[in-house]
Antibody, heavy 123, light 107 residues
Framework: EVQLLESGGGLVQPGGSLRLSCAGSGFIFPSHGVHWVRQAPGKGLEWVSGISGNGDSTYYADSVKGRFTISRDTAKNTVFLQLSSLRAEDAALYYC????????????????WGLGTLVTVSS | EVVLTQSPATMSLSAGEGATLSCRASQSISSYLNWYQQKPGQAPRLLIYDASTRATGIPAKFSGSGSGTDFTLTISSLEPEDFAVYYC?????????FGGGAKVEIK
């Protein structure tokens, strides 16, 4: 059974940093890209970042480029999202979602999602 | 980026009725349109990909159609578990974008 489990969310002050983790199981981890998608309270879904199966290709939304960094540790079947210079508008539930392909850039969908980890930005 | 506009934003229907949800893209996305269902407190679940292909385990009461800029998700005979928010999404044009969501609520 495919499972994605996010962790690392919490309360952080504006300008602060946080590292989110997404642990995958039940599938061949390097064969799939992984994305982060966020949802602000009561709002819709926003794609944030994606990383290819081998970790060589990374992509970011303009709203987070230069502040967030995505990476993956294949040995641990885990994808990370480092959040820096956090702003109030970054507060959201952050989901990781699996790509059915290894490339991330393909015109496809998000086939499995985790339950999310909540990031709160407040002083 | 491609803007996806969903309509109506909210539908109030009774169990047993059918629902038709619309998603319009700001430019052609061929058939690369996906639909997700999200229930309160849950993660989104993939329903339909490539406009009309049901994801694994999705019942036949969910169907998708359309191409180019206009797409439709049809739910036949609503059951209590179908009342949720539905999102459309595209990935053929970077970055991936989602529609604003359409809530199907109990009348």
């Amino acid at each position: 059974e495919v499972q994605l489990l996010e962790s690392g969310g919490g309360l952080v002050q504006p300008g602060g940093s946080l590292r989110l983790s997404c642990a995958g199981s039940g599938f061949i981890f390097p064969s799939h890209g992984v994305h982060w998608v966020r949802q602000a309270p009561g709002k819709g879904l926003e794609w944030v970042s994606g990383i290819s199966g081998n970790g060589d290709s990374t992509y970011y939304a303009d709203s987070v480029k230069g502040r967030f960094t995505i990476s993956r540790d294949t040995a641990k079947n885990t994808v990370f999202l480092q959040l820096s210079s956090l702003r109030a508008e970054d507060a959201a539930l952050y989901y990781c979602a699996r790509d059915p392909t290894a490339t991330v850039i393909a015109a496809t969908h998000f086939d499995f999602w985790g339950l999310g980890t909540l990031v709160t930005v407040s002083s | 980026e491609v803007v996806l506009t969903q309509s109506p934003a909210t539908m109030s229907l009774s169990a047993g009725e059918g629902a038709t949800l619309s998603c319009r893209a700001s430019q052609s996305i061929s058939s690369y349109l996906n639909w997700y269902q999200q229930k309160p407190g849950q993660a989104p679940r993939l329903l339909i990909y490539d406009a009309s292909t049901r994801a694994t385990g999705i019942p036949a009461k969910f169907s998708g159609s359309g191409s180019g800029t206009d797409f439709t998700l049809t739910i036949s005979s609503l059951e209590p578990e179908d009342f949720a928010v539905y999102y459309c999404q595209q990935r053929i044009h970077w970055p991936p974008t989602f529609g604003g969501g359409a809530k199907v609520e109990i009348k």
